[in-house]
């Protein structure tokens, strides 16, 4: 990344993702259907993709669904998926779309309307044979249909995400780096029929289990808008009332730091009736709500780098919504300095091996750190790698120096557990300057696993002096982690916060 300093300041920041891969678990089917069953499903919460696990640890892609009842598994030939007209949308945003989406089409959105199907996709069922960290492609290699299917997702401030590796429509793969259980958009170009031929592969982190599941066959079928409106489908029974339930957060700050992190707790009232959660996030109350994807228990953490609003919504297990908090208002005060962006890093620590990988994301510039280990003592877990890309450019007449600083505040993961920046520690070094440039890295700091604060505070990163620092200098630092063997499983994600003065 390179930063343009002015003549007064410049502050920049490296955005910290630090991945720590959580518990395994397997998702099971509460009982399966019959298999040869025809089945159209007009509205509900539906795995289209299932990535299954069988006896002898291959897999198997079937399709899951909650609408006849608790994780129900089929196989996706016996089933018609359809979306109603009611999903037709004309003058859809332009900015909540990927590039060369029309603005009018059959939408379905990654927040569920339960009026509509909410297709998407899971593979969790993995973990106990593949880790929480494996590797999962869906290949979706053809659809035949009257028009085009596009498949994207959409972060809190309405920005398109893309999903598939080459395209934002279908054909193409979605690719996982872990586990994951996955809402998406869903854009239709035309009514009529659509089949899509899926299959999937799963490898373990290690490489040691692959397995590549059966071609399996989906339908969806999109309703013209001249057929007449089907006849409204008898409402099922009810589950019990879980009584006057209100849905309150607790921990949500006057205001928050850019880089800092937040962890919010939905809270039942007067007594818990449901674990089922989704929380929701969005840029401002103009735009849409955006389910917030792995985000599933009554905590939630991220990192604050915008003003936003979040929501937690509770559900009973048909889904139905029981009870809502009211949005929450994220409030970003840097008190007049507020930074910039920078490399994004990415850290895992699968449990059942205690091992930590670290990676700058496309977003930066590239960087992996060593598997996380216990050290010599079984004390802690350690893991070094480094950061680059750290760009400062000075054109100032004058040339007065300057000095870049760098901190982490601390990182947390989805469900609120937190990773203070006391336990990272780094060597500043200096990639490349240019010539007549003058440019010192700043000293190296310890983790502060047994004592200090590790770069949790302000620390030197590089300077050049006066006379010595006009041009642009490239800046890095080798990192080293000691986190506690305490640690919590689950995705740790943080900023690296760098100031230029």
């Not at 309307?113 to 492609?137: E, H, R, T």
């Not at 006057?244 to 700050?253: E, K, P, Q, W």
């Not at 936003?308 to 889904?319: F, N, R, T």
């Not at 800046?475 to 919590?488: C, F, M, V």
């Amino acid at each position: 990344m390179t930063l343009t300093k002015p003549r007064t300041a410049l502050a920049t920041l490296a955005a910290l993702a630090v991945a720590v891969v959580t518990a395994p678990f397997a998702a099971t089917a509460a009982h399966a259907a019959d298999l040869d069953e025809p089945i159209q499903f007009t509205t509900g919460h539906i795995d289209a993709f299932n990535v299954a696990l069988n006896d002898d640890n291959t897999i198997r892609l079937n399709l899951k669904e909650d609408v006849t009842g608790s994780h129900v598994m089929r196989a996706p030939e016996s089933v018609e998926l359809f979306v109603k007209k009611a999903a037709h949308r004309d003058n859809l945003p332009a900015f909540y779309l990927p590039p060369g989406t029309p603005t009018t089409m059959w939408f379905l959105s990654m927040t569920q309307n339960p009026d509509l199907i909410w297709p998407g996709w899971d593979s969790m069922g993995l973990a106990s044979a593949y880790g929480m960290d494996a590797g999962v492609d869906i290949t979706i290699s053809s659809v035949d249909g009257p028009g085009e299917v596009f498949l994207w997702a959409t972060d809190p401030f309405g920005e398109p995400v893309k999903l598939l590796n080459d395209s934002w429509k279908i054909p193409g793969t979605i690719h996982q780096t872990y586990l994951a259980h996955v809402h998406a958009n869903w854009g239709f170009t035309e009514p009529g029929t659509y089949t899509l031929t899926a299959q999937a592969k799963a490898t373990s982190k290690n490489g040691e289990l692959t397995s590549t599941s059966n071609t399996a066959t989906y339908t969806f079928v999109v309703e013209p808008l001249e057929e007449p409106e089907p006849e409204p489908e008898p409402e099922p029974e009810p589950e019990p009332e879980p009584g006057d339930t209100t849905l309150s957060l607790s921990g949500v700050a006057a205001h928050y730091h850019a880089g800092g992190v937040a962890t919010l707790t939905a809270v039942q009232s007067p007594a818990p009736v449901s674990d089922h959660f989704h929380w929701f996030a969005r840029g401002s109350e103009d735009l849409p709500w955006v389910v917030v994807n792995g985000a599933l228990t009554e905590s939630y953490g991220f990192v604050v780098t915008k003003d936003m609003q979040v929501k937690a919504v509770l559900y009973d297990h048909d889904p139905q919504v029981i009870a809502e908090t009211e949005p929450a208002a994220i409030v970003v005060d840097d008190h007049g300095n507020t930074p910039g962006f920078g490399p994004e890093l990415e850290v895992a620590l699968p449990v059942e091996q205690g091992a930590l990988t670290i990676s700058v994301s496309d977003e930066g510039k590239s960087s992996t750190l060593s598997d996380l280990t216990l050290n010599g003592a079984a004390d802690r877990y350690v893991s070094q790698g480094s950061i680059t890309g750290i760009t400062v450019t000075d054109t100032r007449s004058g040339a007065p120096g300057w000095t870049a600083n760098g901190r982490v505040r601390g990182l947390v993961t989805v469900d609120g557990a937190q990773l203070a920046g006391k336990y990272l520690g780094w060597t500043p070094k200096v990639v490349s300057a240019s010539d007549g440039q003058t440019v010192t890295a700043g000293d190296a700091v310890a983790p502060g696993f047994a004592a200090g604060n590790g770069i949790s505070g302000w620390n030197a990163l590089g300077s050049a002096p006066a006379g010595a620092g006009t041009g642009t200098a490239v800046l890095g630092a080798d990192l080293r982690i000691e986190a506690p063997t305490t640690t919590s499983p689950g995705t740790y994600r943080g900023l690296v916060l760098i100031t230029v003065i």
